[in-house]
């Protein structure tokens, strides 16, 4: 093994290496160059657009800031006193003396600022909190400002945010210790891997920038991601219907059957054996069936929710009943198949149809009032621009949703990667999470339209009768199915105080449990792993407390995953319990089509645009 040595002469990169990198990062670059110009000349050259009203949004800001000067002077004030006092404790850590206790510091679990030198090395010490003082009085100037209506205070908030984000020391090179040592080591060479790795994944994108998460090439579906045995068992031009292999000598007569959000993939919940949902689900003894939902083209513009409703989760339940010959199923859906599990239920119960036995919601909103971030995207004109060029395509384009969730949380899921493979030089880690995360979906414009307005901007969904579907008015206070709600605290995408409220529209008897973490991680909690716990409250049974907040207070803390607690509850219901012989997919009614995980969810847009 080469050891490291003082001798700059014998530390220099190998020229050949370095050679071919610049080689590598001049074709690249005249590529990139080329395709952009005559993709700019062939497409025509547009204004940009503010589809999303940030400029306005700012105007009014400064128009509040400037009518109240004092304030502002005030601020300003604070802020010089804030350096004053860090510029004194900088200099007597420089000087080795005691210093005091800092003036700024990150908020715990900031991995911006995790290297030691951030603390220990006064210079970046002083850089880290300088930029820290600034962020929090732009932070708090911004907030307090008067005047403002609520969505454009959501608005500058966030975007003042994602500004300050985007200018932390950690993102540049001559400010980031840890990036400052590579360079200095590598003699720069971290920096021309970091440029072609950007050049790389601005080809990769068309011309835009679509920053690699992970290497995409150390998965392969159904070898080390969606891995639990099973069959397709039946499909249409909406979904696969996947039925998982018995681990069990007898299982519960229920059929479980989840009901997956088209946002993003199935396999969240079927990552790997030890964090797989559906087989700790089917080991515990649960005819699992889950639902693999087609990657839509532009053929599929005009799916709406209606059949999305009709033909994929109704459908399924018409399959998985005649598959196992039984009169009901355990539902379950996430988050927008939540959303669409819920509407079914209110379908089938106009329809007297009784063949839901229960009903299980993961961070599902139903009640969109306070739909959290996610509504500085969604106002008329941003929406009516989602509309325009969905009209253009077909189908919303699944980068561009994940753009929008990345964005929520910028400096984990962007700037940490910029700094990894742009500065660094590295190439992404193999990360089975992010792998799934970066396997995006699009969306059928019809569907995605109607959804955006009837429930984001119109919140008609909570209304009795506030929309129609297949001839039906859909109302959820008719739904008396037993019901349970998992949400997460630290959701950022289904604000779990707004899915709380959705949790006391239906009117059977309903369970709502609040899980540690955030909404995948909190979701995906297996019980070996013993993380994060959950908060229930017995104080009544199915009658859940007014607000959020009183359930809360009343709420007692549970070691653990919530998943053992969800399983006790399914099989306490009335026959929950009842084992019939386990039954295996080539068993039943339908015919065997292919082996799990199916073609449909092996479709991926970023392999197709490579081709």
């Given at each position: ?404 969730f990345n964005m929520l949380r910028a400096n984990d899921l962007i700037w940490s990667f910029v700094v990894n493979n742009y500065l660094m030089g590295k190439d992404p880690f193999p990360f089975d999470l992010l792998y799934w995360n970066s396997d995006s979906t699009r969306m059928p414009a019809a569907m995605h339209s109607f959804y955006l307005r009837n429930m984001y901007l119109a919140n008609k969904l909570k209304d009795p009768g506030g929309i129609e579907l297949g001839g039906v008015k859909i109302d959820i206070s008719k739904v008396k199915t037993p019901c349970y709600f998992i949400s997460t605290i630290e959701d950022h995408i289904a604000p779990w105080k707004s899915t709380y409220m959705g949790a006391r529209l239906p009117t059977g008897k309903t369970k709502f449990v609040l899980g540690g973490s ?94």
């Amino acid at each position: 093994m080469s050891q490291q040595t003082n001798d700059p002469a014998v530390n220099l990169p190998n020229p050949a290496e370095l050679a071919k990198t610049y080689a590598e990062v001049a074709q690249r670059a005249s590529r990139v160059i080329t395709q952009y110009m005559e993709k700019k000349a062939k497409d025509g050259v547009e204004a940009p657009a503010d589809e999303l009203g940030v400029a306005k949004a700012f105007m009014d800001l400064s128009a509040r800031l400037m009518a109240n000067p004092y304030k502002l002077a005030q601020t300003q004030m604070n802020m010089m006193w804030d350096y004053f006092s860090l510029w004194q404790g900088s200099m007597m850590k420089m000087m080795g003396m005691p210093g005091a206790a800092p003036v700024a510091a990150p908020k715990k679990g900031d991995n911006r600022f995790k290297d030691e030198e951030w603390e220990q090395h006064f210079l970046f010490d002083y850089v880290k909190q300088s930029y820290l003082i600034a962020a929090r009085h732009i932070h708090d100037t911004v907030a307090e400002a008067d005047g403002l209506d609520e969505a454009t205070q959501q608005k500058v908030n966030f975007f003042t945010r994602q500004y300050v984000d985007a200018m932390s020391p950690s993102n540049f090179a001559l400010t980031n210790p840890e990036v400052f040592r590579e360079t200095v080591k590598s003699h720069g060479q971290n920096l021309i891997k970091g440029l072609n790795n950007l050049l790389h994944d601005v080809e990769a994108g068309d011309g835009q920038l679509r920053i690699r998460m992970t290497d995409t090439s150390a998965f392969e579906m159904g070898k080390n991601v969606a891995t639990t045995p099973g069959k397709v068992v039946f499909q249409n031009e909406l979904f696969q219907l996947i039925q998982y292999d018995p681990q069990t000598p007898d299982q519960y007569k229920k059929p479980f059957l989840i009901v997956p959000p088209w946002i993003n993939k199935y396999y969240i919940l079927d990552l790997r054996e030890k964090n797989s949902m559906v087989n700790w689900a089917t080991s515990q003894g649960h005819t699992t069936f889950i639902m693999s939902w087609i990657n839509p083209d532009e053929k599929m513009a005009q799916k709406s929710f209606e059949n999305y409703l009709l033909e994929g989760s109704l459908e399924a339940i018409n399959q998985v009943c005649a598959h196992t010959g039984e009169d009901s199923v355990n539902l379950a859906g996430y988050c927008l198949g939540g959303t669409l599990t819920m509407t079914t239920l209110a379908y089938m119960a106009a329809k007297k149809d009784k063949r839901a036995n229960s009903a299980t919601f993961f961070t599902t909103m139903l009640d969109f009032s306070e739909p959290g971030e996610l509504g500085v995207f969604l106002d008329e004109g941003a929406v009516a621009g989602l509309e325009k060029r969905m009209a253009e395509r077909g189908f919303l384009e699944g980068s561009e949703m994940a753009g929008t969730f990345n964005m929520l949380r910028a400096n984990d899921l962007i700037w940490s990667f910029v700094v990894n493979n742009y500065l660094m030089g590295k190439d992404p880690f193999p990360f089975d999470l992010l792998y799934w995360n970066s396997d995006s979906t699009r969306m059928p414009a019809a569907m995605h339209s109607f959804y955006l307005r009837n429930m984001y901007l119109a919140n008609k969904l909570k209304d009795p009768g506030g929309i129609e579907l297949g001839g039906v008015k859909i109302d959820i206070s008719k739904v008396k199915t037993p019901c349970y709600f998992i949400s997460t605290i630290e959701d950022h995408i289904a604000p779990w105080k707004s899915t709380y409220m959705g949790a006391r529209l239906p009117t059977g008897k309903t369970k709502f449990v609040l899980g540690g973490s955030g909404h995948i991680a909190g979701i995906v909690n297996p019980p070996a792993a013993n993380k994060y716990g959950f908060w229930t409250n017995d104080a009544t049974d199915g009658d859940l407390p007014e607000s959020p907040d009183d359930f809360l207070a009343g709420a007692t803390q549970n070691a653990g995953s919530w998943w053992t607690h969800w399983h006790q509850w399914v099989t306490s219901l009335p026959g929950g319990s009842t084992k019939v012989k386990a039954r295996k997919p080539e068993d039943g009614a339908l015919k065997v089509l292919e082996p799990a995980p199916g073609s449909y969810v092996k479709f991926r847009l970023d392999a197709q645009k490579k081709n």
